[in-house]
């Protein structure tokens, strides 16, 4: 194993989580039974927006949701609420990867969801819109999500870190280092408050859509095959770093042949520029899309780290 390690509400808005209940979104499965009478998908969902999501258009329908966990034609972005038995104030907002095209609950979200609650943690899995599905907004539209359920979870709990996978760690990272960027109009008094994070971890992530790593789903979905220079730059996190980013926490498989290693080690150089806490766990093997960690690979090693640095807070 080579492993690498830098150390470096409102009344409007309990108003805004009231209607989110009233508003719980269903899921319609392909091929599988309800999400809610599964281990996986046990949950209180509220929706991150009154009526229509920002700009409008979208998919219709009902929600897929595959065999193994695998969602899109997201209808209704929402968030789905996993409690520990003693909540402690201290929350993971949480993005599944799936290149943009699907959201990966199966294997990532809800996996990590649940043994969050078992140590202790509020979990919040965010189910955000593709925008490859005729969303009038295009490819903002998923950033509008996660800046929307980081108010929303800001306003409910005192610590707030996210969790992304693969492209969803491509949307978290965005989240985090864009905490400034106005995405959308203000909906209501909870856009008036800051969508801001404590921490941050980015596991196997896409973080650059600058070439060389112009092959990934992410790029694809995002800007195109034709995409200027500046256009691949407006979407690489990395440009985005500052130092008023919060800490970040990195993990990636040197074998992945989706998310190209340098990615993390370009986030990582990012945060050391700006002088932002950073610590990386880097596997010699263990592929992309490893989740919680790849039996018989040493990335089953990641959450102990990432349960220690989280306890950091």
């Known amino acids: 194993m080579n492993r690498r390690r830098f150390i470096t509400l409102s009344s409007s808005a309990l108003m805004a989580m009231r209607t989110g209940n009233a508003l719980a979104r269903k899921h319609f499965v392909v091929g599988a039974f309800p999400p809610e009478n599964t281990p996986f998908g046990q949950g209180t969902d509220i929706a991150l927006w009154h009526g229509k999501p920002p700009g409008g258009g979208g998919p ?57 609650t078992r140590i202790g943690y509020t979990a919040y899995v965010l189910t955000y819109r593709l925008p490859a599905e005729n969303w009038h907004d295009g490819s903002v539209v998923a950033l509008q999500d996660a800046q929307r359920a980081l108010r929303i979870v800001r306003s409910r709990e005192k610590h707030v870190s996210v969790l992304g996978f693969s492209a969803g760690g491509h ?17 209501d008094a909870l856009d008036r408050t800051h969508a801001y994070a404590d921490r941050a971890a980015l596991i196997y992530p896409v973080i650059t859509l600058e070439r060389p790593y112009t092959h990934t789903s992410t790029h694809k979905v995002l800007v195109g095959p034709h995409a200027s220079e500046q256009e691949n730059a407006k979407w690489s996190v990395q440009n985005f770093v ?72």
């Open 60 to 116: 219709v329908g009902s929600e897929l949701l595959t065999v193994r966990g695998s969602l899109s034609n997201v209808v209704n972005p929402s968030l789905r609420i996993f409690q520990p038995k003693r909540p402690a104030g201290k929350a993971v907002l949480i993005a599944a990867g799936g290149g943009y095209k699907r959201i990966e609950m199966g294997k990532e979200a809800w996996l990590a969801a649940r043994w969050l």
């Open 171 to 187: 949307l978290m990272g965005m989240a985090v280092t864009r905490a400034n960027f106005r995405s959308y109009p203000e909906h």
């Open 242 to 313: 500052t130092s008023r980013t919060p800490p970040i926490f990195l993990v990636q498989a040197e074998d992945d042949p989706v998310s190209d290693p340098h990615n993390t080690q370009i986030m990582a150089a990012a945060c050391k520029r700006e002088h932002v806490p950073v610590e990386m766990h880097k596997y010699s093997s263990g592929g992309h899309g490893f989740g919680l960690g790849r039996p018989g690979t040493p990335t089953v090693e990641w959450p102990a780290h990432y349960q220690r640095w989280l306890g950091e807070v």
